[in-house]
């Protein structure tokens, strides 16, 4: 098992400066290569929360969540999201679906979370092939 990961905010906030200076207008928070071990919904608050205080201010930021969070954890990070200013919520079909899985199964699955951003007038995007 990997061991936990843990946020280092001066680190973080180095990063998001160097991209902005290397001309990056946004980046995608929480966004992964899938190599390492899943961030816990703690972990992810965190870094959002951190992302937002040291990211340079003209560098939008937008936040990935995660279906199989669950969707109390994914209706609290949509409130945060808004309320740290973050531009967009990005939203991906679960990694607990198969992959030949419907798309009908897909919709029920990301529905909430449409739904929990349309109710807080919060603008979403889909990350789907």
């Keep these: 098992m990997l061991p936990r990961r843990k946020l280092d905010p001066e680190r973080l906030r180095v990063f998001l400066n160097q991209l902005w200076v290397a001309g990056a207008e946004s980046v995608l928070i929480a966004a992964s290569t899938g190599q390492g071990h ?3 919904i703690d972990e ?3 870094f959002f929360v951190v992302a937002a205080k040291s990211a340079p201010p003209e560098l939008q930021r937008m936040g990935l969540l995660r ?3 669950g969707c109390e ?3 609290e990070f949509l409130q945060l999201l808004k309320h740290l200013g973050y531009t967009v919520a990005f939203i991906r079909p679960g ?3 198969g992959a030949g ?7 029920e699955q990301l529905q909430p979370i449409v739904q929990g951003a349309s109710d807080l007038r919060y603008p979403e995007g889909l990350n789907y092939n």
Excluded: G
């Design 38 to 40: 899943l961030r816990t």
């Design 44 to 46: 992810l608050m965190e």
């Design 67 to 69: 279906p199989e969070d």
């Design 73 to 75: 954890a994914n209706a």
């Design 95 to 97: 990694n607990d679906l």
């Design 101 to 107: 899985c419907s798309e009908d199964k897909v919709v």
